[in-house]
């Protein structure tokens, strides 16, 4: 009986590192190539007049994930895959005009400077606040962002129903294989649906977070309790609803509303 055919030798280290250094030249390249273009898109903003306006796009950029992600690979992990263009993006933000991040951790300030990090990339210039409340004024001035822990015993983001320029835009982490939702991020953006997100919805409604969400899921809404203070309770609603939604015109509460929305972890 014949023998079966052999396997393919496998190639030299020499080989193989000679590879890579290939790829690591052509992607320098790329790289470079595109910091160059956002240079180009902050003139032709200029050019058209929206030279003061913020540049970050969080629908679009969650677009582009999604896309790449949908991209048949090999190898990359969807985490590899986000980290980089996370920074790309942060980069190309950082070039066409301000942008800045205050953060405000909680209990655990480590660990929301990681989400803040991985989720915005090294450029954006950071800093801890130390107040819920300093980190909201920040995200108020020119490409300002803030990242805020959802800590239990602070009901930062009831602050946003008297504030409907500023808007939760993000959830942290954005792969579930990063940890469990840690902060939201705000930002006077606009926030536009992508096809699978969460909306941020609080209200005063006294009473257990289950009739809540009973009552909400009689009128065809799902949605989670996250976080619970100061007789305020921050619910996760499936899908985006807007502001004035007749269904949750009709949910529990008497001082409730829509605080923004964020895209569902891309690995869920």
């Known amino acids: 009986m014949a023998d079966a055919d052999p396997k393919p030798a496998a190639p030299s280290l020499d080989v193989v590192r000679a590879r890579i250094d290939a790829i690591d030249a052509a992607l320098l390249a790329l790289v470079d190539e595109r910091a160059a273009l956002a240079v180009q898109v902050a003139a032709a903003k200029a050019a058209a007049g929206d030279g003061d306006k913020f540049g970050l796009r969080p629908g679009r950029e969650t677009q582009l994930l999604r896309k790449l992600l949908d991209t048949p690979r090999d190898a990359a992990r969807p985490s590899l895959v986000v980290r980089i263009w996370r920074e790309l993006i942060g980069d190309s933000l950082s070039r066409q005009g301000p942008f800045h991040l205050s953060v405000w951790g909680g209990r655990d300030p480590s660990r929301i400077v990681e989400a803040a990090r991985l989720r915005f990339g090294a450029a954006p210039l950071l800093k801890v606040a130390a ?138």
Do not use: H, N
């Open 131 to 268: 107040k819920a409340e300093d980190a909201l004024a920040a995200a108020r001035s020119q490409g300002g962002v803030a990242i805020l822990a959802l800590a239990g015993d602070a009901p930062w983001w009831g602050r946003l129903l008297a504030e409907p320029k500023l808007k939760v835009f993000a959830a942290l982490p954005c792969l579930v294989a990063w940890g469990a939702q840690s902060s939201l991020a705000v930002a006077e953006v606009e926030v536009e649906p992508t096809g699978d997100d969460r909306t941020f919805w609080v209200t005063d409604a006294p009473g257990g977070s289950a009739a809540i969400e009973d009552a909400l899921g009689r009128d065809g809404v799902a949605g989670d309790l996250i976080a619970e203070a100061g007789g305020l309770k921050l619910f996760a609603l499936m899908g985006f609803y807007q502001a004035d939604d007749e269904r949750l015109a009709r949910a529990p509460g008497r001082l409730s509303g829509v605080i923004g929305a964020a895209p569902a972890p891309f690995d869920v």
